[in-house]
């Protein structure tokens, strides 16, 4: 379907061919940019992004390249994608599997994603009070039943605050070459006009308003045969059901869990530890470089016109603080050298924004580095070794 999709539409020109007998039509094709099955993923992407959903279910989610595409987003705290082809979906399972960047810099937020083998028409509590559902290029894979089953199960039972619909827009196929429908396992392709007929029952039915869009401009000349991909974006209007009432409906499973993976986040005490003492001993680590940087600009003199600031050390070039952000810095106390030892307040530490996002409280995050991080007796500063770069 994808390949098929990156053809815009199709001009014929006639040349001449053959010692100019007769001419045959040339087809010159032009891709869409970027492909088709792009703009619809980053149409959903732009949607969480102004949304800000935290539950997002992907009905029909095939290789998952939507769900990738969305869950660097912060406020999501859990993906599911639901698929009736059990082998597709078993096929993600690196793609969506956390890297090791997702350790060094974890979400703020916990994000489960979860893919499950079944179909779009079966009721299963598990989705139950999510804030957006997505079906793309879902509905002309369903048969006449389905299709009837479709609204019942999406709009009425899971009734999610949000659902996103596209489809192929019939009105757009005489710019293909020749054919019937643009996937042999689509059942159907509607027009804007069935869409829309379509679209406007059911959302009238479930209390939902919808505004009707797309992806896939025409070609300049092409007539009006609107979007490539036609869209409906379902809001709820009534208000969403209380955790009660999804409470009551919870227990109906018939989903067979395929996937599931939970990614690291500050709200995992020992996520959260790692990512205090990495910053923390980053942070130490280059204070001891620029203290010894300066010990030898006084000793022996410096040509490279540097400068040593307030604190003794030597001034590099670094993150661009704000100026309430250098105000704190400048106000916390500042680090001291005793018997070759350096040693950092961790109030100073705190002071640092990317310290300051990891642990707010001294005594927490005394508490959270203690037993990987040298500490004064006091507890009190960070304490390291100046004659030894590997401390």
């Known amino acids: 379907m994808h390949d098929l999709e990156h053809f815009l539409f199709v ?21 869409f940019f970027p ?41 999501l705290e859990l993906i599911v994608g639901v698929d009736i082809n059990k082998d597709k979906i078993e096929l993600q399972r690196c793609r969506l599997s956390p890297f090791s960047g997702d350790y060094l810099s974890p979400r703020d937020l916990n994000l489960s994603i979860i893919l499950y083998h079944g179909s779009a028409v079966e009721r299963d509590s598990r989705l139950l009070g999510f804030d957006l559902v997505t079906c793309i290029e879902l509905i002309e894979h369903l048969d006449s039943e389905d299709l009837a089953r479709f609204p019942e199960v999406v709009f009425g039972y899971l009734s999610p605050a949000m659902i996103v619909i596209s489809t192929p827009n019939s009105d757009f196929n005489p710019l293909f070459p020749t054919v019937t429908f643009r ?7 509607w027009n804007r ?35 490539c991909t036609q869209i409906g974006v379902f809001q709820k209007i009534r208000a ?6 999804i409470v009551e409906q919870c227990g109906q499973h018939v989903y067979k869990i395929v996937y599931s993976v939970s990614y690291p986040s500050l709200q995992q005490k020992e996520v959260r530890k790692l990512a205090l003492t990495n910053e923390v001993s980053r942070q130490v680590q280059s204070m001891r470089q620029r203290y010894v940087s ?36 400048e106000k916390s106390p500042k680090p001291f050298c005793f018997r070759n030892k350096l040693y950092v307040p961790l109030e100073r530490l705190l002071a640092y924004p990317k310290v300051n996002r990891l642990c707010d409280n001294v005594d927490v995050m005394r508490a959270l580095i203690a037993d990987t991080v040298r500490l004064s007796k006091d507890g009190s500063a960070v304490k390291i070794d100046l004659r030894d770069e590997s401390q």
């Open 11 to 31: 001009n014929f020109q006639r040349n001449n061919v053959i010692d100019g007998n007769f001419d045959l039509p040339i087809k010159k094709a032009i891709n």
């Open 183 to 189: 996937d042999s396992d689509h059942k159907f392709e």
């Open 35 to 75: 492909p088709l099955y792009r703009q619809r993923y980053s149409f959903v992407n732009d949607l969480v992004n102004q949304h800000k959903p935290k539950k997002v279910a992907d009905l029909g989610c095939g290789n998952a390249s939507l769900i990738q595409m969305i869950k660097s987003h912060s406020c």
């Open 240 to 245: 969403p059901a209380t955790e009660s009432c």
């Open 193 to 227: 006009k069935q869409f829309q007929t379509w679209a406007l029952g059911v959302a009238n039915f479930y209390s939902y308003s919808v505004e009707f869009t797309g992806v896939g401009e025409p070609p300049e000349g092409a007539g009006n045969v609107g979007y």
């Open 294 to 329: 300066s010990l030898s600009i006084l000793q022996n003199g410096d040509d490279n016109g540097h400068k040593i600031n307030d604190t003794g050390l030597i001034t590099f070039s670094g993150p661009v603080f704000t100026e309430l952000e250098k105000l704190k810095i």
